[in-house]
């Protein structure tokens, strides 16, 4: 483990910059998101959760997967520079693992033969994550229920503990364990550092609610699919697809093509979500999820039956944005609770 004093944290995010693109928590009008670095003091380290989820970083908003003019195909400049995350916060780390089961290589295995995203893998594959262990979680925290806790550091390749008086680097991962043996000039962290890392990661578990259990939500999910408590919790939902935006696990999107058809254009990825009512609608103009209630329920069968039948975990991390974001105040650890206590 290493020590980066406070006042030297710059100096530390200096180094980084020299070969990769650092991204890190930022002010972006009145909401917080990972932006590039520019200036290391720049950086508030105080930000917690971002309110925009990083997923951005490896899988953007919108992206230009190719270019073309008549038959050829041109690729699009990218800056191709390695990437760092610093301060990412525990449930993100596991929403980028999440989604590199999906985009990446993490499910790959024999006779599993998944297909691989190249737009992802170019930037995730040699990614280092930094991440920051929480110290005081917030009331919309449940990381707990996935049997994750404020101080979890699966998913990361360093962990970061904030001890009021220095980081602490913890690495993690080979890829961690390498970046930091390769550095030079930093003091190794003290006693009293650990003792300090011990008491802040006892008081931040204490501070996080009581976790539900989530055991055979996947089959309790697939018994009520047609059961009315889709109908009580759809009828609060308007589909205005803050939730899925926001979250750092969902991943839906649809491809456009932008220009002259067939003859000169971009070929773009962007976001999607299952909220919206075009998302399923086929060109007879049919839509097997028609209501608002169905919808709603496919996000949720997807989080906690689909993704556990073909990645073997829920595809949610309790990071809590979606409880934030949500206009109606429909809070998800409600839905799981009503799932889980209705009558199949
Ligand atoms: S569903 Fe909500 S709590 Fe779960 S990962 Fe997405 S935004 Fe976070
Ligand atoms: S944010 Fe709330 S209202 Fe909007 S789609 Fe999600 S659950 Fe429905």
Known sequence: MIRIEKERIDEFIRTLMETRAVYAPALDGKNTMFAPVEDPAGIDHNIFNTDKSPKEIFFPHSEVLFEYEGEEIKKVERDVRPIVVWGLRGCDARSLRLLDKVFGSAWQKPGNDMFEDPYWKEKYDDAIIFGTACNEPRSTCFCNWFGSGPHDDAGMDVKVVDTEEAFILDP??????????????????????????????????GLMGEAFGMEGIAEKMADLFFKPVWDDIGAKCVNCGACAFICSTCHCFDVQDEGKKGKKGKRIRIWDTCMFPLFTKEASGHNPRDMSKDRLRQRFMHKFSYFISNYDEHLCTGCGRCVSVCPVNLDIRDVVRAVMTSEA
């Open 172 to 205: 993690v991962s080979e890829k961690g364990k390498k970046f930091i043996g390769s550095l030079k000039g930093w003091a190794e962290a003290t006693k009293k550092d650990l003792a300090t890392i011990k008491a802040v990661r006892e008081k931040a578990e």
